[in-house]
């Protein structure tokens, strides 16, 4: 028997001001994080550099004028996105899976989507187009093995969501450390800086087209929120209201699938933000996904930015991969989900 | 007929190209363009004063050529000489710190073609500050890199006089080690796991220069790990374990391979212990290494004892 969905402290039906207000706050706390991160760095940038950027007298060779748009500003942008982009495929898989601790790193999506990339490399694809349509595939690949796994027959309980993320991320970490102990050249090398999330080589070109992808990807699976918040009541429950469960798995799995692998082949495999953010979320405001969605993203858009700033700054002058930082806040979090709620959906 | 005009123009501004280039290498300024490791031109309009050197080998040379003084920032791990250990570091050199870079506003940074990423070389570009990237791949490469950031560096002939003075002490190598028989060399450059180096290794250049075969040379790895059978199979006559470790860890390795008294190398008593600094930088310092080198393969020459002892770091 289904358990109920956690429900949350939301009461009565969900207004639109209240979508609103929160995402307009949660928008200027963005923001300013943007912000904070762009004055935080290994350079010093003074209030009188500052003052001649932001009113264009900056001339083209200024140092701080290069620290800031050049190298703080792609990189917060790329964390932005991929941030947003992680926590939303937490979301739309935790409603589709109907499983709390559903997340594209636990479920071995974005290590599926890394090893697409890995390949793509191999085979010389171009870092604009090749890699990510790499990516993209496995990502896909390895959702499907995760359904595969995870069958009706089976039921998708945690235990078994779990154990075939455990498998299918040993055995890509597996296929590319095997990559990389064989590769004869050293364009491999920096792979090892990758498996752990590196946003240290961020450009504008890779969030021009991560950018339009992830707010489409938004919209569509924004559209599907009601199918969403029915279904994680049960797919028979869903198929009586009328739901095409079938359609809008489909087009879920496949949206999710493709932003997830886009984030990974730019900035790699980073954990946890897909699990923490949605839960903090739910907990805070319930679990609608018309109010959900938008509000995970968000705050997966500044978790990873205040990551971010950290990972760069903790040891300055040299930097810690992404990756550890949210593996180090996402991993204690992730066993005290696991100790509180054991694997079951219902609420404490 | 078109295409003749279109040639005609081809050749009319090549020949204006050429005039220009003429005029401005005629033109009594102190700058000058160099071309570096990737063909890329770089353009120096002063006398580099400040220099950032993005990794260890590229610090050694620096102070080799007595620019020390110059050197306002180096990559982590640069601790040779020791007065390195006081300039302020820029990150490690696989991952360098591009703002840390900035503020220190060099008037040259020099890179590595295999470490440093495009990314950073990229930035520095942009931010008005030119990158020489060098490549040596080999000994002699080494030593025509040290000459080629001399000139860089506006110290020319300081720095073609010791590059040649390098390469003398090379070929006098390469004379008294090339007639003799040529042993099979392991060069273990990790202990646990096991690991050697490929023919594309500067290693393999210093073990070809010192009068051996490097016994792993065909294999498709850059730094292979191998395993302990292919040891014993493949009969080394000279074991030589470079390492970064001293001390107690760095002993046992060599106690572990006298287990195998199959290997000709243990027969003959032919297991070294070696600084792996000395192998491991294309610096000033792999002229050492080979000096080193070519005495643990070839411990039957009379080495003549001149200063060239003291400099080896092997250990027997």
């Known amino acids: ?348 | 007929m078109n295409g003749d005009i279109k040639r005609h123009r081809g050749y009319a501004a090549a020949f204006l190209l050429a005039c220009c280039i003429l005029l401005i290498k005629a033109a009594p300024c102190p700058g000058a363009v160099f071309y570096d490791a990737l063909n890329r031109s770089v353009d120096l309009p002063d006398t580099p004063r400040r220099i950032v050197a993005l990794a260890p080998n590229l610090t050694e040379i620096l102070y080799y050529l007595g620019l020390g003084d110059r050197v306002v920032g180096v990559t982590r791990y640069s601790y040779y000489p020791t007065d390195a250990l006081k300039k302020p570091k820029v990150g490690s050199y696989i991952q360098v710190n591009v703002e840390r870079i900035l503020e220190l506003k060099p008037d040259l940074v020099i890179g590595t073609v295999d470490g440093n990423r495009r990314g950073a070389v990229k930035l520095l570009e942009q931010a008005g500050i030119p990158v020489y990237v060098v490549n040596p791949r080999t000994v002699k490469e080494t030593i025509a890199t040290i000459a080629a950031i001399a000139d860089v560096c506006g110290v020319g002939e300081r720095g073609h006089h010791l590059a040649s003075q390098l390469k003398g002490r090379v070929e006098k190598i390469v004379k008294r080690t090339s007639a003799l028989k040529k042993p099979l060399v392991f060069l273990q450059i990790n202990i646990r796991p096991i690991m050697t180096v490929n023919s594309h290794t500067i290693h393999h250049d210093v073990i070809r220069l010192a009068g051996g075969r490097n016994m792993a040379g065909n294999l498709d790895v850059f730094y292979p790990t191998i395993g302990i059978e292919e040891v014993l199979k493949r009969r080394p006559e000279v074991i030589i374990i470079s390492s970064m470790e001293r001390g107690g860890r760095f002993e046992r390795e060599k106690e572990n391979w006298y287990k195998w008294p199959s290997i000709p190398a243990v027969r003959k008593k032919q297991v070294y212990l070696v600084d792996s600094d000395l192998l491991d930088r294309p610096s000033p310092r792999i002229v050492d290494g080979l000096e080193m080198m070519a005495r643990l393969i070839h411990p039957e020459v009379q080495w003549d004892s001149g200063p060239e002892k003291k400099r080896g770091g092997a250990v027997k």
């Open chain 1, 1 to 348: 028997m289904r358990r109920p969905m956690y429900e949350g402290p939301q009461k009565g039906p969900l207004r639109a001001s209240r979508v609103s207000t929160l995402c307009l706050g949660l928008s200027v706390v963005l923001l300013l994080t943007v912000v904070f991160s762009l004055m935080t760095g290994t350079a010093s940038v003074t209030w009188s550099q500052w003052w001649r950027l932001l009113t264009g007298n900056a001339d083209a060779s200024d140092p701080s004028r290069l620290v800031i748009l050049k190298i703080r500003l792609p990189r917060v942008i790329l964390a932005g996105l991929s941030g947003f982009a992680l926590s939303l495929g937490g979301v739309v898989f935790q409603a589709l899976l109907r499983n709390p601790l559903a997340d594209p790193f636990i479920l071995g999506v974005s290590s599926g989507s890394a090893f697409g990339a890995v390949v793509g490399i191999m085979l010389g694809f171009s870092y604009n187009l090749g890699i990510p349509v790499m990516a993209f595939g496995g990502a896909l690949l390895t959702m499907y093995v995760v359904l595969f796994i995870g069958q009706k027959k089976m039921g998708m309980e945690s235990s078994t969501i779990l154990l075939s993320g455990v498998i299918i991320n040993a055995f890509f970490t597996a296929i590319i450390m095997f990559f990389i102990a064989t590769a004869t050249d050293d364009r491999l090398h920096s792979m090892l800086f990758w498996l752990y999330g590196d946003l240290s080589q961020s450009r504008f070109a890779e969030s021009a087209l991560t950018g339009p992808a992830v707010l489409a990807g938004f919209v569509i699976l924004y559209c599907f929120a009601r199918h969403l918040n029915v279904m994680t009541a049960g797919e028979d429950a869903a198929l009586h209201l009328g739901v095409d469960v079938r359609k809008a798995k489909l087009v879920c799995f496949l949206v999710v699938s493709l932003v997830v692998g886009l984030v990974v082949a730019f900035s790699g495999l980073i954990g946890f933000v897909g699990l923490v953010i949605p839960h903090l979320a739910r907990m805070a405001f319930g679990s609608d996904h018309r109010l959900l969605m938008p509000v995970s993203a968000l705050g997966g858009a500044i978790f990873l930015i205040a990551a971010d700033t950290l990972a760069r700054t903790v040891i300055s002058p040299s930097e810690l991969p992404v990756g550890v930082i949210t593996a180090f806040l996402g991993a204690p979090f992730f066993i005290y989900l696991l100790r509180k709620r054991g694997s079951r959906w219902t609420g404490s």
